[in-house]
């Protein structure tokens, strides 16, 4: 392990191990990467496998993001055309919400602040993007049901960061009233 670049070569060869085992079990690639991730987390090289893989991660995570909104078809969600999706898209944008919501008000902790918890839920991300082109790929989902969660995603992306910052304005607020 003292060539250079030996120890990120196994890093990622462990992470397609796993995603690869993971998809042999009948899961989700990305199961198997996340385990990789954990087990990676705990060593004691961690720190240089972020260093190593951040540039890989700046070149792919892009074309991910690229790939992902080629596969939408942006006339699947108007709302004026026939089996338009864009009522689904803000239904499941709701429902989204006011779930994550409702299971922050569920914590149970006193000194836990529900509403922050339950705004910090909201975002679907990467993983809901991830999940969405596996179900289109595998065929479980339709084209125009894909081009709706990819709005859900994008929509509760954006909704989550001016929630938390107007919750944590209020108690900055509420701290210099006292």
Not at 29 to 58: C, N, S
Not at 78 to 105: C, D, R, V
């Amino acid at each position: 392990m003292k060539a250079r670049g030996t120890l990120i070569v196994y890093s990622v060869v462990f992470a397609v191990a796993l995603a690869a085992l993971a998809d042999l079990v009948g899961l989700a690639t990305i199961i198997g990467a996340f385990a990789a991730g954990l087990v990676l987390a705990t060593t004691e090289r961690r720190e240089h496998i972020e260093d190593r893989i951040k540039p890989v991660a700046d070149l792919f995570v892009p074309i991910f993001f690229v790939s992902v909104g080629m596969k939408v078809q942006p006339g699947m969600l108007n709302p004026f055309a026939e089996h338009a999706q864009f009522g689904i898209a803000m239904l499941l944008t709701a429902l989204a919400i006011a779930s994550k919501l409702a299971a922050g008000l569920a914590v149970y902790q006193t000194a836990v602040r529900r509403w922050v918890v339950g705004v910090g839920m909201v975002p679907r991300g990467e993983v809901g993007l991830i999940f969405a082109g596996a179900g289109l790929s595998a065929g479980v989902i339709a084209q125009d049901l894909y081009s709706a969660l990819v709005v859900v995603v994008i929509l509760t992306t954006f909704a989550a960061p001016p929630a938390l910052k107007a919750l944590y304005r209020e108690k900055k607020a509420r701290r210099r009233r006292e």
